[in-house]
């Protein structure tokens, strides 16, 4: 069973300037909870308990959410306010979490890379920090883990886009072998749309075998002078089987503006204290414009 999860958090967040200019972009808030608690509530609902954070400067806010906070817990108790300090004793517990420091940002690879040694030669998840996933099957970690464990080999969340929005993404070019697990030919970054062999697209969540740190070690700088972790797995692809699982579900993009918008908006309709007073001041909100 996979137990060890990378999350790469480490990225500057200029899309959301000047909000991230002295906030982590992975701690905006989704309702009341930063995004990348929702991507560590992921990890553990999969059966995850050992989590390395790559992170970088700016980022300790990340490291301090995770931490316990006794002043905070303390004012807590005072007030009695049991719900609250359950919620807030609970985020420190979720899982065993450790960071370390991608000192350059030198790409998605390079973050990957950090995390050699904590991996120690076993399969793990990759989870990124800024996005997140939901699936009416479950944790989409989960579902991969147990393509993992029926293959014994690399699989990646795969999502299906529309064709013409193809260039955004990383694609796979592969053969189906189940109704939603496709086995890897190659993987291609961001293809025009007549060129592209699929508009099945990389979804953020990956599993990876161990040799993907030697792959990622003689991949040389691509585009934006970064190591490029689609180039890696291009190589892997070659070299072993890889495989891609079409989850029933959806990717929630929050890299923009608008993403986090209708981010925000899609799980406060489904927050239980406030999703039935949402849709009232929607339906009015709508009605006037």
């Not at 796979?172 to 749309?193: H, L, M, Q, R, Y």
């Not at 062999?197 to 002078?225: C, H, M, Q």
Request: net charge negative.
């Amino acid at each position: 069973m996979i137990k060890k999860a990378v999350i790469p958090a480490a990225g500057y967040g200029t899309r959301f300037l000047p909000a991230t200019k002295s906030q982590p972009k992975e701690m905006i808030p989704i309702i009341d909870t930063p995004v990348i608690q929702h991507v560590v509530e992921e990890a553990v609902e999969s059966g995850i308990t050992d989590i390395l954070m790559i992170i970088g400067k700016g980022k300790r806010a990340i490291e301090e959410h995770f931490d316990r906070s006794p002043i905070l817990e303390e004012s807590l108790l005072k007030k009695q306010d049991l719900k609250t300090l359950d919620k807030i004793r609970s985020i420190s517990n979720l899982a065993n979490i450790h960071f370390v420091w991608q000192k350059e940002m030198n790409g998605l690879g390079d973050a990957i890379l950090h995390a050699r040694y904590h991996v120690n030669n076993e399969p793990f998840v990759i989870l990124l920090g800024d996005t997140l996933v939901k699936s009416e099957d479950g944790p989409v970690t989960k579902q991969l883990i147990d393509v993992y464990e029926k293959y014994q080999s690399s699989v990646v969340a795969l999502e299906e886009v529309k064709p013409e929005l193809v260039n955004r993404y990383g694609i796979i070019d592969g053969e189906a072998v189940t109704e939603n697990v496709f086995k890897a030919k190659d993987w291609i970054e961001k293809p025009s749309p007549e060129d592209a062999p699929s508009n099945l697209a990389v979804a953020s969540r990956y599993i990876f075998t161990p040799e993907i740190f030697d792959l990622l070690e003689k991949t040389p700088p691509g585009k934006n002078n970064e190591i490029q972790l689609t180039d890696a797995m291009r190589k892997m692809a070659k070299t072993q089987a890889m495989y891609g699982l079409k989850f029933n579900g959806k990717r929630y993009d929050i890299g923009n503006k608008m993403g986090f918008l209708k981010t925000n908006i899609e799980f406060a309709l489904e927050d239980p204290e406030i999703g039935e007073s949402i849709k009232v001041w929607l339906k009015d909100f709508v009605g006037n414009l």
